[in-house]
């Protein structure tokens, strides 16, 4: 079976840009979350989806947003990047609660 | 505010020696989750702890949990040297969203 999947692997922006990063669940599995990973603040969450609707959300500005489609797939989007935003993201599928699969991430560089 | 606390953060200990790494956390959680990252990988679960009293072995790696000290532990048998690594410790946030750790770095040398 295919792992969790994630483009690009990494990614080098400019300050004020915006970005798109994208999630491909294991097949069959129907949620997927986000997280942040940064040297200072460890790991952190920032929302998951399931069947398409955003059932919860982390403490993140609004510039941060996600959705996802019919397929599973989700993609995250950072607007006006910010030099903190830096970091290593990474998506979890998901079959159920008690199982959580995370991708190899996108490491993004703001500059 | 949920709050999850490792113990220590960084470890240094030599092979074939034994060791436990504490994860306490502030509020119930029906799940507390144990993974592993290795330096510029992604996360690799090891274990899921659903219930009080639960154990659960792996290898050299042994993971417990006390609901009611609201206190998991992650116990570490001979020490190898391809144990090194950052062990986090996660509980559930809200329904699939985890709270993590800060981590603990291990790092087993000869």
């Known amino acids: 079976k295919a792992g969790v999947t994630q483009t690009p692997r990494y990614l080098i922006k400019t300050r004020g840009q915006q970005v798109t990063l994208s999630c491909s669940p294991i097949?069959?599995?129907?949620?997927v979350s986000w997280y942040q990973q940064t040297p200072g603040q460890g790991l952190q969450f920032l929302f998951e989806?399931?069947?398409?609707?955003?059932?919860n959300k982390g403490n993140f500005p609004g510039r941060f947003s996600g959705r996802q489609f019919s397929n599973s797939r989700s993609e995250m989007n950072v607007s006006t990047l910010e030099l903190g935003d830096s970091a290593l993201y990474l998506c979890?599928?998901?079959?159920?609660?008690?199982?959580?699969?995370f991708g190899p991430g996108t490491r993004l560089t703001v500059t | 505010e949920l709050k999850v606390e490792q113990n220590p953060l960084f470890l240094s200990m030599q092979e074939g020696k034994n060791y436990t790494i504490y994860c306490n956390y502030s509020?119930?959680?029906?799940?507390l989750y144990w993974y592993r990252q290795d330096p510029g990988k992604s996360l690799e679960s090891l274990f899921v702890?659903?219930?009080?009293?639960a154990v659960k072995q792996e290898g050299r790696l042994m993971a417990s949990l006390d609901t009611k000290a609201r206190l998991s532990t992650l116990h570490i048998t001979a020490a190898v040297h391809d144990l090194s690594a950052t062990y986090f410790c996660?509980?559930?946030?809200?329904?699939?969203?985890?709270?993590f750790g800060k981590g603990t770095s291990l790092l087993v040398t000869p």
């Open positions: 979890a599928s998901s079959p159920r609660a008690s199982e959580q699969y």
């Open positions: 097949s069959g599995h129907r949620s």
């Open positions: 989806y399931f069947s398409e609707t955003q059932r």
């Open positions: 509020t119930t959680s029906d799940r």
């Open positions: 702890l659903l219930s009080n009293g």
């Open positions: 996660a509980v559930v946030l809200s329904g699939y969203a985890l709270n």
